[in-house]
C-alpha cells in the first residue's frame, strides 16, 4: 500500500504569495492531519478531518490558513497571503479511527516551505 | 493546564547502551499514550502505544515503553541501541478524538 503522499517536498515563496500544499492520505483511511513543525513550537496542529468534515482546526492559525478535504483521498492546505513567520515543515498525517491501528496516525514526508 | 514534557532535549549513548527516554503528562482519566520516531527530514513514524492492560508495551525494533498511573509517566526504552536508532523521538497522548499532542521531542544520538 503506498503511504501518505505529500506534493511539494520543497516550497519557496514570497512574502505575500499565495501557496497551496497538497496531500493525499492512506487508502481507506478516514481521518486527515495537518501539522506545522518549526524547532521553536515543535509540532502543531492544523486541522483535523474525519470523513471530510472537519473536526477541530488550530485556533491561532484560523486566519491564513486554510484546509480542506475535496474528496477522501485528497487533501489541500491553502496559506493566504504567506508571511516569513510560516517557514517550516507542514506534516500531513492519516489515521483508521478503529480497529488494532487506533490511535496511530501515519505521516507523510512533509513539504518544507521557505518564506522569503 | 493539560501537558505533555520530555524532560530531556538530547540524550547521546553508544552503539549497545541501554537507553531511556522520558515522558511525563499532566492529562486526566484514561487516554492513549504513544511514541513516535522521526529521522532527520522524514516524516513520524508510529513505535508503540498502550491505552490499558500490561503497562509495559513492545514495540518496533525491540523498544517498549512502561506506563505508570502514579507517576504520570510513560518512559520509552531499548535495551541495546544501534546507530540507526539516532532520530528524534516524540511522545504523545491523545486525550480525546483521534488527536495527539505531541511532547518536545528527545534527540537521540547514537556514537559508533
Known amino acids: 500500500d503506498a503511504g501518505v503522499t505529500q506534493t511539494p517536498r520543497h516550497e519557496v515563496a514570497e512574502k505575500g504569495q499565495t501557496i497551496i500544499l497538497k496531500c493525499e492520505p492512506v487508502s481507506g483511511h478516514n481521518d486527515l492531519f495537518w501539522y506545522r513543525q518549526t524547532k521553536i513550537q515543535g509540532l502543531e496542529l492544523l486541522s483535523y478531518?474525519?470523513?471530510?468534515?472537519?473536526?477541530?482546526d488550530g485556533g491561532a492559525f484560523k486566519d491564513r490558513f486554510k484546509a480542506e478535504m475535496l474528496n477522501s483521498s485528497f487533501s489541500t492546505l491553502k496559506i493566504q497571503p504567506t508571511e516569513p513567520k510560516d517557514s517550516a515543515v507542514y506534516l500531513c498525517?492519516?489515521?483508521?479511527?478503529?480497529?488494532?491501528?487506533?490511535?496511530?496516525?501515519?505521516f507523510g514526508p512533509g513539504t518544507r516551505l521557505t518564506v522569503l | 493546564t493539560q501537558t505533555v514534557s520530555q524532560s530531556d532535549a538530547h540524550v547521546t549513548v553508544f552503539e549497545g547502551d541501554s537507553v531511556e527516554l522520558r515522558c511525563n503528562y499532566s492529562?486526566?482519566?484514561?487516554?492513549?499514550l504513544s511514541w513516535y520516531i522521526q529521522h532527520h527530514g522524514r516524516g513520524l513514524q508510529f513505535l508503540l502505544k498502550?491505552?490499558?492492560?500490561?503497562?509495559v508495551v513492545q514495540g518496533v525494533n525491540g523498544f517498549e515503553a512502561e506506563f505508570s498511573k502514579s507517576d504520570s509517566s510513560f518512559h520509552l526504552r531499548k535495551a541495546s541501541v544501534h546507530w540507526s536508532d539516532s532520530a528524534v523521538y516524540f511522545c504523545a497522548p491523545m486525550p480525546n478524538y483521534n488527536v495527539l499532542y505531541f511532547g518536545s521531542g528527545t534527540k537521540l544520538t547514537v556514537e559508533p
Open positions: 498525517a492519516s489515521s483508521f479511527p478503529g480497529g488494532v491501528n487506533y490511535a496511530e496516525q501515519f
Open positions: 498502550y491505552y490499558s492492560g500490561n503497562p
Open positions: 492529562y486526566g482519566g484514561s487516554i492513549y
Open positions: 478531518f474525519r470523513s471530510k468534515s472537519l473536526m477541530e
